[in-house]
């Protein structure tokens, strides 16, 4: 999942969290796992091979940074003492964890449906 925070006058603080660079094999209810900004290695030849890739760049190829995130609040002024987590772990709520089937559908896509149809409105998500 992606998650963007709005500040005036600069760019937004963003985040990408998931479960796994796997995905959730064989479980297709999108909020069966925690999603989180630091995942497990890769498994399997070919994700390998692309981890190996990234960590041509980078040593924290399964980690998304979020010291952006307090380096300026809501308004845009900057923060002399930036506090921000090292990690974050999304936990479905009670309330949707269990809402959506954990058998595949016969459309892969079929969960943004389910999304929209299922998951009703104002409901807490994480």
């Not at 796994?20 to 999603?35: I, L, M």
């Not at 307090?70 to 845009?76: A, L």
Request: proline share 5%.
């Amino acid at each position: 999942m992606g998650l963007k925070f709005l500040r005036n006058g600069m760019d937004s603080a963003n985040l990408v969290a998931m479960y796994s660079v796997n995905g959730q094999p064989d479980e297709w209810n999108f909020f069966a796992n925690d999603f989180t900004n630091h995942i497990q290695s890769a498994s399997g030849v070919a994700l390998k091979l692309v981890a190996a890739k990234f960590a041509t760049e980078t040593s924290y190829i399964q980690e998304v940074g979020l010291s952006d995130w307090g380096m300026y609040d809501q308004d845009g002024n900057k923060e002399e003492n930036p506090v921000f987590p090292f990690k974050l772990r999304l936990e479905p709520h009670a309330d949707v964890k269990d809402l959506i089937s954990s058998d595949k559908p016969d459309d892969y896509m079929a969960f943004v449906d389910q999304l929209k149809t299922q998951v009703p409105a104002n409901a807490t998500l994480y």
